[in-house]
């Protein structure tokens, strides 16, 4: 099975600066035959079901605003939001989906220093 | 745009079977390609896939629950379910049903889940 595994568990960022969260698969989630990594990101409010974020990696979810980003190819990724909001408190998610069982990370908590 | 809906009991208790029920709005569970997948949350803990039923009724389950799991497709109520058999009260959690179209990876069907339902809590004590 693959494991995905985050980095930090939690961070606390200052309003309008740079999170960088990072995930890790224990195998390649990348497709060699269409060049896609199968690794999506999401966020968790308390109170609210995880919102979808990104997806193949780098893809983002239409309506989800431009200063969350992902890159990363192989077994290494990474979840930027470039100027931290208040409204980006929340717990975010990596998940692979290039086999099964799929598989979460186990979260980075984001808050505001 | 499809929009998922949970319902269920709110407590059950030890031994018995967990049934919840997700219905489909705004289109149909027959539509190809798409997979219906179950996801839990325990108190304090991360979301943990349970698993999928296809449109076609091919299921995969959580290796870690697939002894005690059943899912299940019912096409004239556009609606999927899940039956969780023997529960104990570390299945006490938030269950959510999401969906999404799956991708061929080489090795299976890959789904990212792009429409979530809100959520129901369970809480499994006698």
């Known amino acids: 099975d693959i494991v995905m595994t985050q980095s930090p568990d939690s961070l606390a960022v200052s309003l309008g600066e740079r999170a960088t969260i990072n995930c890790r698969s224990s195998q390649s989630v990348l497709y060699s035959s269409n060049n896609k990594n199968y690794l999506a990101w999401y966020q968790l409010k308390p109170g609210q079901p995880p919102k979808l974020l990104i997806y193949w990696a780098s893809t983002r979810e239409s309506g989800v605003p431009d200063r969350f980003s992902g890159s990363g190819s192989g077994t290494d990724f990474t979840l930027t939001i470039s100027s931290l909001q208040a409204d980006d408190v929340a717990v975010y998610y990596c998940q692979q989906y290039y086999a099964t069982p799929w598989a979460f990370g186990q979260g980075t908590k984001v808050e505001i220093k | 745009q499809v929009q998922l809906q949970e319902s269920g009991p709110g407590l059950v208790k030890p031994s018995q079977t967990l049934s919840l029920t997700c219905t489909v709005s705004g289109g149909s569970i027959s539509s190809g390609d798409y997979y219906w997948n179950w996801i839990r949350q325990p108190p304090g803990k991360g979301l943990e896939w349970i698993g999928y039923?296809?449109?076609?009724?091919?299921?995969y389950y959580s290796p870690s629950l697939r002894s005690r799991l059943t899912m299940s497709v019912d096409k004239a109520k556009n609606q999927f379910s899940l039956k969780l058999s023997s529960v104990a009260a570390a299945d006490t959690a938030v269950y959510y049903c999401a969906v999404g179209l799956g991708f061929w990876s080489g090795y299976s069907h890959g789904v990212y889940m792009d429409v979530w339902g809100k959520g129901t809590t369970v809480t499994v004590s006698s």
């Open positions: 039923v296809s449109y076609s009724g091919t299921t």
